[in-house]
């Protein structure tokens, strides 16, 4: 075991291995580290902020579906209306259409009958005509009696 | 494997050393100098012959091998480094130096762009150079045998100088940076004016040179202690792998097995503690707290 120049060879090595490891290859690593570090930090505070945006975008569409259903409630409430309004409208006019297609039946039929009492009237005055030149056996002059006639016509 | 016991423990625990032998030099096989010559070194003897100026080419090479593999992958890695989904070795770069920077963090306070790199680079090249040691002990040195080259140890951080060589290095950072954040006047009074002070100027003085004495060994201590537990760490686990090799064929597995899993554990906190053992005498050359 003896000490001679291996000493300053071990250090001349040991230098220039230190020197070479602080250049080529400490920096490098080091700076993929960090850089690495730097964009796991930046992906955790990214999906932070995309937790919350998720949970505000939820907050927020719950809100309008509230908001849609209560609309919605809305409008069923108002078309129940209107449809019951309307359905008592064309009530009312049914009701008033019948009415009328009563009362126009009514009035005809007043009509047919007053034409037809007038044409009995008629009839009868005739029948009544008939009947007299048969017992008189003689004829009636209608013009004569025309005057006479109308008056029992206007009798019967 | 042939000789004694003790020979092939000695063997197993020469360095592969190249250095240079003086003139009129008597050579293992006999041959003698003519003049100084740069040589690998036969034998231990001649290893130790040569003194300081001689390197330890087995050591270097497994080292700077290991700290290139280390580099390469890393630095693989870090080109293709993206923020994106990473890969199997990147996944394994980030955990590496996430593991590293976080005990960084925790220890050092201040700002300097050196120390996480350094300590990246210390843990992962200890660890590297231990590992070597659950490589079986005659495996590689057999083979390079084959190849001609009689020493070979393959774990550079049984080898002192290894150790030393990057704790010496660990030292001059704690120079460095203790005199560039304190100053020298606040360096030396850091040195000289704890942990013993009084508010008489008289006995303030006195008190200097045993302080210095103090801190002074406290300061040295950090380095060689650094260098020496890893070192005797793995010596020792080295040295027992080779005791185990000795044992009779059939019965080396009933040991070697359970002492290379518990060396599993051995490697890593060994590379740990010198790891976190710079980081803190940085971070306590950083503080100014006196």
């Given at each position: 075991m003896n000490i001679n120049l291996t000493i300053i060879g071990q250090a001349i090595a040991f230098f220039i291995f230190v020197v070479f490891c602080m250049k080529y290859v400490w920096p490098p690593v080091m700076a993929a580290l960090q850089e690495r570090q730097k964009k796991i930090a930046d992906g955790l505070a990214a999906s932070d902020r995309a937790a919350r945006d998720l949970e505000l975008a939820q907050e927020k569409s719950a809100q309008e579906l509230r908001e849609a259903k209560q609309q919605a409630a809305t409008l069923i409430e108002q078309a129940n209306k209107r449809a019951a309004q309307i359905v008592e409208a064309s009530k009312e006019d049914a009701r008033k259409e019948g009415q009328k297609l009563i009362e126009q039946a009514k009035a005809e039929i007043e009509q047919e009958r007053n034409q037809t009492r007038d044409a009995l009237r008629a009839e009868v005055a005739a029948l009544a005509i008939a009947g007299a030149e048969k017992i008189?056996?003689?004829?009636?002059d209608a013009s004569k009696n025309s005057e006479m006639l109308e008056k029992l016509a206007a009798e019967l | 494997m042939a000789g004694s016991a003790s020979e092939y423990i000695q063997h197993h625990l020469q360095n592969l050393t190249y250095g240079q032998l003086p003139a009129e030099y008597v050579r293992a096989d006999g041959t003698v100098l003519s003049e100084s010559t740069w040589t690998l070194a036969q034998t231990a003897k001649e290893a130790g012959d040569?003194?300081?100026?001689?390197?330890h080419v087995d050591s270097m090479g497994w080292a700077i091998g290991l700290g290139v593999l280390f580099l390469f992958l890393f630095r693989m890695a870090a080109k293709r480094a993206t923020s994106g989904i990473p890969g199997g070795l990147q996944n394994f770069v980030e955990v590496m130096v996430e593991f590293v920077d976080n005990s960084v963090k925790e220890t050092f306070h201040g700002r300097n762009k050196v120390i996480a790199p350094l300590a990246l680079t210390i843990f992962c090249w200890v660890f590297l150079m231990n590992l070597?040691?659950?490589?079986?002990?005659d495996f590689l040195p057999q083979l390079f045998h084959m190849a001609?080259?009689?020493?070979?140890?393959?774990?550079?951080?049984?080898?002192v100088n290894v150790t030393l060589g990057m704790s010496l290095s660990v030292f001059a950072l704690i120079i460095y940076y203790s005199l560039k954040v304190k100053g020298v006047g606040g360096f030396m009074g850091e040195l000289t004016l704890h942990p013993f002070s009084s508010d008489n100027l008289f006995l303030k003085i006195l008190l200097v040179p045993v302080n210095f004495l103090l801190e002074g060994v406290s300061l040295i201590a950090k380095p060689i202690s650094l260098a020496l537990r890893l070192f005797g760490n793995l010596y020792a686990g080295e040295l027992i792998f080779i005791l185990i090799a000795l044992l009779p064929l059939w019965a080396q597995w009933t040991l070697s097995v359970p002492w290379a899993i518990f060396h599993i554990l051995v490697i890593t906190l060994q590379a740990f503690i010198f790891m976190m053992l710079t980081i803190v005498y940085l971070s306590m050359a950083h503080e100014d707290s006196h």
């Open positions: 008189l056996e003689t004829s009636v | 040569m003194g300081f100026w001689a390197i070597m040691d659950l490589v079986p002990v001609g080259l009689d020493y070979m140890k393959v774990v550079p951080t049984t080898d």
